[in-house]
T-cell receptor
């Protein structure tokens, strides 16, 4: 089955700086890669996703890049703000209505 | 955000008892999912259903059972065979690709 590795497990950045979280996956048939943000005690919320026919996708301060050859994808957050502090999860699936395989999460801390 | 409900928010049970967690959605989504989250861990897939009256095992199905008799509902039963049932259980639904989560049920078994 699919295996998703996520790094780092904790990331501390100064407010206003950029943050990058990286994931690798093992199943070459995976073609859908979402990112979720989870605040303490709350449900995960989808913040951005990418499909394998696209190399990069941006939404305001958030971007995701995908390298299918190397089987890795990354989340980039620019101009970080205190409200960006949360746990971020990457995931992968074969698409359609298949279930997701998640990474173990990155705790992002924004230092004032 | 809205449209997927899980109840109750907190659930306490004694070891050896079966317990059923509720998940309802009014988004008209075909697919529904159950995930388990343990402290400091990512989510792990328990079961999923792509259509009414059909479901598939996920990565950690042992000790769990599900049914999908209606499009709107996908209840999860945690049986006494599940060795470590205490966890945060999240239900999700999807109409293709994007999955949206319910608020979760925190189950404690003592």
């Amino acid at each position: 089955g699919e295996n998703v590795e996520q790094h780092p497990s904790t990331l501390s950045v100064q407010e206003g700086d950029s943050a990058v979280i990286k994931c690798t996956y093992s199943d070459s048939a995976s073609n859908y890669f979402p990112w979720y943000k989870q605040e303490l005690g709350k449900r995960p919320q989808l913040i951005i996703d990418i499909r394998s026919n696209v190399g990069e996708k941006k939404d305001q301060r958030i971007a995701v890049t995908l390298n299918k050859t190397a089987k890795h994808f990354s989340l980039h957050i620019t101009e970080t703000q205190p409200e960006d502090s949360a746990v971020y999860f990457c995931a992968a699936s074969r698409g359609g209505a298949d279930g997701l395989t998640f990474g173990k999460g990155t705790h992002l801390i924004i230092q004032p | 955000d809205g449209g997927i409900t899980q109840s109750p928010k907190y659930l306490f049970r004694k070891e050896g008892q079966n317990v059923t967690l509720s998940c309802e959605q009014n988004l008209n989504h075909d697919a529904m999912y159950w995930y388990r989250q343990d402290p400091g861990q990512g989510l792990r897939l328990i079961y999923y259903s792509q259509i009414v009256n059909d479901f598939q095992k996920g990565d950690i199905a042992e000790g769990y059972s599900v049914s999908r008799e209606k499009k709107e509902s996908f209840p999860l039963t945690v049986t006494s065979a599940q060795k470590n049932p205490t966890a945060f259980y999240l239900c999700a639904s999807s109409n293709l690709y994007e999955q949206y989560f319910g608020p979760g049920t925190r189950l404690t078994v003592t």
